[in-house]
């Protein structure tokens, strides 16, 4: 039962740009987080934000979370090579497991 | 340090022959999941455990079990391989099912002939 669903699912920016990426997902919420992959490797924590909040910031990272409309989006402001990654929304709900969506891959040019 | 650890990290192996993957952590976390990762569908949830003895199917349960008899280890078992099972397996862990992060092991790369 996927949840979450990334849009787009590539991007190609260069570096110093702002990467956005949005999670749309179908039920209602406890919270929702985001989630980095390097290439082939284990995904780590980046941020989460509850469903009773409207946007969270982490470094330079800023997530928005729109309950109404049932979408999140991640802002990295002033990309780098290393932000190179695939990102995953994941959502919990109730007392159920994460479901993490599909990813967006993200390509950062130096 | 705080870790997953997963073995095998890589495994060539052929239909119907018989493989565990192990994971442990030393967090002392109660749940624990394992996912497959493939190209265009993202994570999928096979199993998980809230705790000691106590498993639960995720979203693509057939092919595999698992066990918990202690709370650091949860091995996925793979009784009869299939060539539809090649993927990226990752074992996750959290302190408790409604805690907020999950932390990943590094990934097993299991390829079925």
């Known amino acids: 039962s996927q949840q979450g669903e990334e849009d787009p699912q590539a991007l190609s920016i260069q570096e110093g740009e702002n990467a956005t990426m949005n999670c749309s997902y179908k039920t209602s919420i406890n919270n929702l987080q985001w989630y980095r992959q390097n290439s082939g490797r284990g995904l780590v924590h980046l941020i989460l934000i509850r469903s009773n909040e409207r946007e969270k910031h982490s470094g330079r990272l800023r997530v928005t979370l729109d309950t109404s409309k049932k979408s999140s989006s991640l802002l990295i402001t002033a990309s780098r090579a290393a932000d190179t990654a695939s990102y995953f929304c994941?959502?919990?709900?109730?007392?159920?497991?994460?479901?993490f969506g599909k990813g967006t891959r993200l390509s950062v040019i130096a | 340090e705080a870790q997953v650890t997963q073995n095998p990290r890589y495994l060539i192996t052929v239909t119907g022959k018989k493989l565990t993957v192990t994971c442990s952590q030393n967090?002392?976390?109660?749940?624990m999941s394992w996912y497959r990762q493939d190209p265009g569908l993202g994570l999928r949830q096979i199993y998980y455990?809230?705790?000691?003895?106590?498993?639960d199917k995720g979203d693509v349960p057939e092919g595999y079990k698992v066990s918990r008899k202690e709370k650091r280890n949860f091995p996925l078992i793979l009784e009869s391989p299939s060539p539809n099972q090649t993927s990226l397996y990752f074992c996750a862990t959290q302190r408790e099912l409604g805690a907020h992060e999950q932390f990943f092991g590094p990934g097993t790369r299991l390829t079925v002939l």
């Open positions: 967090m002392n976390h109660e749940y």
């Open positions: 455990s809230m705790n000691v003895e106590v498993t």
């Open positions: 994941a959502t919990r709900s109730g007392n159920t497991p994460l479901v």
